[in-house]
């Protein structure tokens, strides 16, 4: 188990450019998450996804969002236009099983659009 | 919606006192409730955890428990000691569903 992995750590950009997130899950981990959250918060839902299909997404998840997982194994999330609102962690999560089994929490990115 | 509410926001205590964390749930269908601890730059790391079926669960120095009734779970840190500093979140899903719902946090403060 070498845990969940969230690449990069730190991203500081400019308002209106496009970034790209990356999380790769425990591997037995058939369902993986992305969260975000804000500063004196708790991560707040984005969206879900069961092997390769995105199963849900958040009302929070504008269309400026989009999130892939192309072969059920890691996890992209592209932000376009950002704006400084979106200025927050992003963390992503994994667990194997449904809602009765624990997520496990990658150490996130931080995104801070200027 | 489903809500989660945790209190207080922060809390200081004496290092060797205890400390305790209350949330209550609004889904009546939640039966899964993890304890989470985040510390500063990292994600959260699942501490402890309880299901509907239990009233109590213990590890060491940490407890819960829930009232399923009223809806209310709480998390207990005895003897706590300064590296117990740090971020708590209770959450609360389904069991057979996807999504966990998180409380907003307690900052906990032990003092040496």
């Known amino acids: 188990d070498t845990g969940v992995s969230q690449d990069p750590r730190h991203k500081i950009t400019k308002r209106g450019q496009n970034v790209t997130f990356r999380c790769d899950p425990i591997?037995?981990?058939?369902?993986l998450y992305w969260y975000r959250q804000t500063l004196g918060q708790g991560p707040e839902f984005l969206t879900y996804?069961?092997?390769?299909?995105?199963?849900?997404k958040s009302r929070l998840l504008s269309d400026r969002f989009s999130a892939e997982r192309p072969k059920g194994s890691f996890s992209t999330l592209e932000i376009q236009r950002t704006e400084q609102g979106d200025s927050a962690m992003y963390l992503c999560?994994?667990?194997?099983?449904?809602?009765?089994?624990?997520?496990?929490f990658g150490n996130g990115t931080r995104l801070t659009v200027t | 919606g489903e809500n989660v509410e945790q209190h207080p926001s922060t809390l200081s205590v004496q290092e060797g006192d205890s400390a305790v964390i209350k949330c209550t749930y609004s889904?009546?269908?939640?039966?899964?409730f993890p304890w989470y601890k985040q510390e500063l730059g990292k994600g959260p790391q699942l501490i402890i955890d309880?299901?509907?079926?239990?009233g109590e669960k213990k590890d060491q120095r940490i407890a819960v428990t829930l009232n399923k009734t009223a809806k209310h779970f709480s998390l207990h840190i005895t003897e706590t000691q300064p590296e117990d500093s740090a971020v708590y979140f209770c959450a609360a899903s389904e069991g057979g569903g996807f999504k966990t719902i998180f409380g907003a946090g307690t900052r906990l403060f032990v003092k040496a």
């Open positions: 309880i299901r509907s079926n239990v």
């Open positions: 591997s037995e981990h058939n369902r």
């Open positions: 999560a994994s667990r194997h099983g449904t809602g009765g089994s624990p997520l496990h």
């Open positions: 889904d009546s269908a939640s039966n899964y």
């Open positions: 996804f069961q092997n390769e299909a995105q199963l849900e």
